[in-house]
């Protein structure tokens, strides 16, 4: 099975700052890496599919970068509708896995 | 407006047995992958199980393979997921999720929409 490790698990930031979140896989996925923002007690939605495509409504401060076993989510500018917790997700090889995911609180 | 509603999850004894459904509108449901995806607080989110568009080809994770069973019934636009000899590790809140893009015979797991989520809870 193929691991995803998020970095850092968790993070205190300000509305206005730019934030970037990590993703490595165990192996090479080429660009089959998914992004999602989950709020309390709601499903994950997806941000960002195949590395860097933004899902149709997703606001442009989201972007993710990356290839091959690592990749990022960077919001470039934090608003208070952004605190959560980010997902990242493998669809190289099944069995499709998750990060342990990443909350991002307000300081 | 793609719309994804689960139904059927409850409180069960571990061994017991449980069917999940999920009713789907505002697409051609027919046409995309349908996939079961779980999570609990210590385990974070796992996939469960996958489906394409015809019924044809399904997946399963290690953990719930020869328990449990996904299906489609694409007359009712809804998915299943039958779980049996249930076990306390299977306790989570059950989603299911659409697949981005239509192929009736792919499975890409691309997880959008997600549904709003069953919870399940395998206790005696």
């Known amino acids: 099975d193929i691991q995803m490790t998020q970095s850092p698990s968790s993070l205190s930031a300000s509305v206005g700052d730019r934030v970037t979140i990590t993703c490595r896989a165990s192996q090479s996925i080429s660009n089959y890496l998914n992004w999602f923002q989950q709020k309390p007690g709601k499903a994950p939605k997806l941000l960002i599919y195949t590395a860097s495509s933004l899902q149709s409504g997703v606001p442009s401060r989201f972007s993710g970068t990356g290839s091959g076993t690592d990749f990022t989510l960077t919001i470039s500018s934090l608003q208070p509708e952004d605190f959560a917790t980010y997902y990242c997700q493998q669809s190289y090889s099944t069995p499709w896995t998750f990060g342990q995911g990443t909350k991002v609180e307000i300081k | 407006e793609v719309q994804l509603l689960e139904s059927g999850g409850g409180l069960v004894q571990p061994g017991g047995s449980l069917r999940l459904s999920c009713a789907a509108s505002g697409f051609t449901f027919s046409t995309y992958a349908m996939s079961w995806v779980r999570q609990t607080p210590g385990k974070g989110l796992e996939w469960v199980s996958s489906i394409s568009g015809s019924g044809g080809s399904t997946y399963y994770a290690d953990s719930v393979k020869g328990r449990f069973t996904i299906s489609r019934d694409n007359s009712k636009n809804t998915l299943y997921l039958q779980m049996n000899s249930l076990r306390a590790e299977d306790t989570a809140v059950y989603y299911c999720?659409?697949?981005?893009?239509?192929?009736?015979?792919?499975?890409?797991?691309?997880?959008?929409?997600w549904g709003q989520g069953t919870l399940v809870t395998v206790s005696s």
């Open positions: 999720a659409k697949d981005l893009f239509q192929g009736a015979a792919a499975i890409r797991g691309w997880f959008d929409p």
